[in-house]
């Protein structure tokens, strides 16, 4: 289960009211919901699906790999969408994808993922899976 706080970006606060108004207030909540689910919830809510959709991405790599909220939402805006996506990813090209993404999100604000935590993730994927850790 993740210890990680449930606190979505503030982008999604009009989700956050939809799913906390439902009961649904963790990581592992969200990351469990159905697709029918979803759907329910976007109908009766401004939020959309598929913002609810990119959420649960989201959930799904916070919980099954232990991600930190900010690296799982890091890996979804560069195209991994789960963990066997990213169970399948090549270090190299990953951390070349992530490392301009994070250059055009946040400058030089904040310090770039290094090889090795990408190779982590990979790692953590791959044994998820059942994937060669080579």
């Given at each position: 289960?993740?210890?990680?706080?449930?606190?979505?970006?503030?982008?999604?606060?009009?989700?956050?009211?939809?799913?906390?108004?439902?009961?649904?207030?963790?990581?592992?909540?969200?990351?469990?919901?159905?697709?029918?689910?979803?759907?329910?919830?976007?109908?009766?809510?401004?939020?959309?699906?598929?913002?609810?959709?990119?959420?649960?991405?989201?959930?799904?790599?916070?919980?099954?790999?232990?991600?930190?909220?900010?690296?799982?939402?890091?890996?979804?805006?560069?195209?991994?969408?789960?963990?066997?996506?990213?169970?399948?990813?090549?270090?190299?090209?990953?951390?070349?994808?992530?490392?301009?993404?994070?250059?055009?999100?946040?400058?030089?604000?904040?310090?770039?993922?290094?090889?090795?935590?990408?190779?982590?993730?990979?790692?953590r994927a791959r044994a998820r899976s059942g994937r060669s850790g080579n």
């Amino acid at each position: 289960m993740s210890t990680h706080p449930f606190a979505p970006p503030q982008a999604y606060r009009q989700e956050l009211a939809l799913l906390r108004g439902e009961g649904i207030a963790t990581w592992p909540a969200v990351a469990g919901l159905d697709i029918t689910t979803i759907r329910q919830l976007a109908r009766r809510s401004p939020g959309s699906e598929a913002r609810l959709i990119r959420l649960r991405g989201q959930a799904r790599l916070v919980v099954e790999l232990d991600l930190a909220p900010a690296e799982a939402a890091l890996l979804l805006h560069a195209g991994i969408a789960d963990p066997l996506g990213l169970a399948r990813a090549e270090a190299h090209d990953l951390h070349r994808q992530v490392g301009r993404l994070q250059r055009r999100l946040t400058g030089t604000a904040m310090a770039p993922v290094a090889m090795e935590t990408v190779r982590s993730w990979i790692l953590r994927a791959r044994a998820r899976s059942g994937r060669s850790g080579n």
